[in-house]
């Protein structure tokens, strides 16, 4: 598996060790590609589909997509971030994302990546509002699933970095939700030190520690610092609607 | 249950599966079934004792319909809700059974007797309207037949002495013994023909070698006959060829597409040559471990199949060595699965086979290279499985004869609808939707929806299309609607299922359709535009493109077929808005809410009602 390939993104070589993820080697090479159920240091599964990219006329998932030699990845299109627009708007209308009130708002990943693809108004979509009741029952740390993208980085942060399977998937289709593993999450050993309930982790305001709100002033927060994609090698605009 | 005995009851459910995780739909099964529900303690007890946590076991208990996490009666009484259903009288049947029972779909009796619950697909669309009630079906209900049941139920009758009519062939058997009818209209050369000869194609493929089996499969152009069409003998060839120590063989017993009945029909008929494909597939790919992945609306089959399963052991047809071939040995279980169209899909399958919920995998790595327990794994239809048995029984080139050129062999369709004669027609592939409509004796047709929810809604200028991969490709299921009926009810109709059945995986499948049905809705309450349409177009093309699997791939062709089959049903539901006004915006309905919390009504909005008091 030492073996290097070379294949191109957008028209822009990529050399990299065989093996990888298409996600993987832009990364390496600096190209951003917006993701919000990916994490590093966490097993890929590919259900948000933000992270989309085009090869041989075919849409997948680039964070489960293994890059192969000699590849033509489309990632910034036109076309390709407009379905990106449409999935973030449909992770916006399918909960409760009040950004003016939510704890999250500056370091809320599905904010930073709806800036990066220029995405400022209401849109065409309903709102399906709703309305799970708020788990609060834990000392420090709350639960307020109407936030929440289903993007499972916390059942496997829990899993694979806590050992401790705190959260897991229940329910399907729209239903589908994170569930706890106990009848509420007083009842499980949840820590505040959890990698699960590291700030970074819940890309929303889903899980929020108690006590922990409005720490950083609007100018400073995570994402007013550094937005999203703005690391990358190449500049890249995710453009705006038109 | 006091406490004591509900845990020693569970204790041994887990024990009866060797503690074993990857047995825990089977588990539930057993839980359910003598619990009558799955609720959190016991969730927590099964999760200890077989090494997961109790988050696992409620994610599988949410996700498969069959399961429940709260108590339900004694007596689970599951009403077909598809669209056939509903053309023939469903909302007369709810009324009567909800009187009867007391109870609305959903609910459960306070004397915890009765529990009455809304399904799809029961695969009985030929006698709807129909029910499961426990395992038993009720197929053909009238409101006459629903009070009967009801009452007889009610003096403490067992279910399956309720109805003592039997239907036709292996269904009036002692071990099905049930009231469904086979209703084959039309028998062709391949499946339904009686010049089956019996283990004659096993036979011959133990004289050939695997490679030389796997020959002649490519060589007779079999595809699946799930729907898909994937090259069978392609697809055995791959999974021979990935290296691993062992390899499965399964078979998906799982139809769950709408309209759909025709592996009921094999499952009761043709069951031996079923296994026998499985047994030949297996000797060609080298595996000695089967699974029947059989849908639970089914299980009334299942002692009729494990009886099959039980003779073949006898006569060295399963177990070691069989037919003398030394070193080749295969068995097969059964897996219940418990109500989820998804598990049609073969990875989502597989993973209920491993007692996961059924979530479509990440592929690559596809099932033939890491499926079943991460071994290589094909997984084909019943239908493609009795294929292969003849197959070597009259060869690859007799077969290849029959039907068309890209599409060979027959296919069975599963007739529903509008018409006198629904059941089951096998015909080569290759035949005009016209002529099959003339055989079951359909007249005033005006729609036709061929493949089920997934397939193509087609109309009077379409029939002379063929049914066959080059053209309407499709899993078997033909559902026939005449000229009064609604197309945008049948495809609200079908995009609920959808969301019903949707894993919830990926963002585009869960909450797209979601969308569409808001939509559509809104055209059928005539509060619809032209934008309306493009909206309804973009959002089918941005699921379809996205999503994970095949489910989100094919939920939005009921509106992009309808849009594209029926345009004028959708113009006369629209209406332009006035200038400045959003015409689905109601004043009333959006009032309703403050007045509730506010206690008052409107001074202005309701100017008639302050005039009153």
Known sequence: MNATIKFRIDGTQVVTKAGLTIMKAADNAGIYIPRLCDEKGLEPQGSCRICIVKIGGQIVASCTQPAEDGLEVENDTPEIRNYRRDLVKMLYHEGNHLCPICEASGRCELQAVSYYLGIFQPTKYPYLQPDRPVDASHRDILLNTNRCIRCGRCIRASKTLDGKNLFGYIGRGIHKQVGVNGENLANTDAKVGDAAMALETCPVGCIIQKRQGFFAPIGKRRFDLKPLGTNSVKQQKGGSEQ | ?613
């Open chain 2, 1 to 613: 249950m006091e406490e004591k005995k509900r845990r020693l009851f569970v204790k041994q459910s887990c024990e009866k599966f060797k503690n074993s995780r990857f047995r825990l739909l089977d588990i539930l099964w057993e839980i359910q079934n003598g619990l009558g529900g799955i609720e959190g303690p016991v969730m927590e007890q099964v999760g200890k004792l077989i090494g997961v946590s109790r988050v696992h076991v409620e994610g599988l208990v949410t996700f498969y319909a069959f399961f429940s996490d709260r108590i339900l009666g004694k007596i689970i009484i599951r009403l077909c809700d598809d669209i056939v259903d509903q053309f023939f009288g469903l909302d007369k049947i709810i009324e009567v059974f909800s009187e009867e029972l007391g109870i609305k779909p959903g609910q459960t009796s306070l004397d915890g007797r009765f529990s009455f619950e809304l399904t799809p697909s029961i695969g009985m669309s030929d006698q709807a309207p129909a029910a499961l009630i426990n395992d038993v079906v009720f197929p053909k209900l009238t409101p006459g037949s629903v009070k009967k049941i009801i009452r007889q139920l009610k003096e403490g009758v067992p279910v399956f002495k309720v109805d003592d009519t039997c239907g036709d062939g292996n269904n009036a058997s002692a071990l099905i013994h049930s009231s469904v009818m086979n209703n084959i209209r039309h028998t062709g050369k391949v499946i339904l023909s009686d010049s089956f000869l019996p283990e004659k194609g096993l036979e011959r493929c133990l004289n050939l070698n695997p490679a030389e089996v796997i020959k002649e499969m490519k060589d007779s152009g079999l595809r699946g006959g799930g729907g898909a069409g994937f090259p069978s003998g392609l697809k055995w060839e791959l999974a021979r060829k990935a290296e691993a120590e062992k390899r499965h063989v399964i078979c998906n017993a799982d139809e769950g597409e709408l309209g759909t009945f025709k592996d009921r029909v094999l499952l009761t008929e043709r069951a031996p040559m079923m296994v026998e494909g499985m047994t030949i597939a297996a000797y060609a790919i080298g595996s000695s471990e089967g699974i029947i992945y059989l849908r639970a609306e089914y299980a009334y089959l299942r002692p009729w199949l494990e009886n099959i399963l039980e003779k073949r052991r006898d006569t060295n047809l399963l177990g070691k060595d069989i037919l003398g071939k030394t070193g080749f040995h295969f068995d097969i279980r059964i897996q219940l699965g418990a109500g989820a169209y998804i598990c049609g899909e073969e990875s989502a399958l597989i993973c209920s086979c491993e007692g996961l919920r059924g979530e479509p995998r990440i592929r690559p790595p596809f099932p033939v290279e890491k499926g079943y327990m991460g071994q290589p794994t094909i997984v084909n239809n019943v239908e493609t499985f009795c294929c292969a048995a003849r197959i070597f029984e009259k060869g690859f080139d007799w077969f290849s004869n029959i039907g068309t050129d890209k599409s060979a062999g027959t296919k069975l369709l599963s007739v529903s609808g509008d018409c006198k004669k629904t059941g089951i027609y096998e015909l080569a592939y290759g035949t005009a939707v016209a002529d099959l409509l003339e055989m079951a004796e359909a007249h005033d047709t005006a729609i036709v929806q061929i493949g089920g929810a997934s397939g193509e809604m087609i109309g009077r200028i379409d029939f002379n299309r063929k049914i066959c991969f080059e053209d309407l490709a499709t899993s078997g299921s033909v559902m026939v609607f005449n000229s009064q009926r609604n197309v945008l009810k049948i495809v609200d109709s079908f995009l609920k299922f959808f969301i019903d059945e949707s894993c919830g995986y990926c963002t585009p499948c869960r909450v797209g359709n979601v969308f569409l049905r808001e939509r559509i809705q809104k055209v059928m309450h005539g509060d619809a535009n032209h934008s309306d349409l493009d909206y309804l177009r973009q959002l089918s093309n941005l699921i379809i493109k996205t999503s994970r699997c095949g489910l989100g791939n094919a939920s939005p062709k009921p509106v992009l077929s309808s849009l594209e089959h029926f345009p004028i049903v959708y113009a006369s539901h629209l209406h332009e808005p006035r200038e400045g006004l959003q015409r689905q915006f109601n004043i009333q309905k959006a009032l309703e809410e403050s007045r509730r919390i506010a206690k008052r009504r409107s001074m202005i909005y309701d100017p008639v009602y302050y005039d009153t008091n």
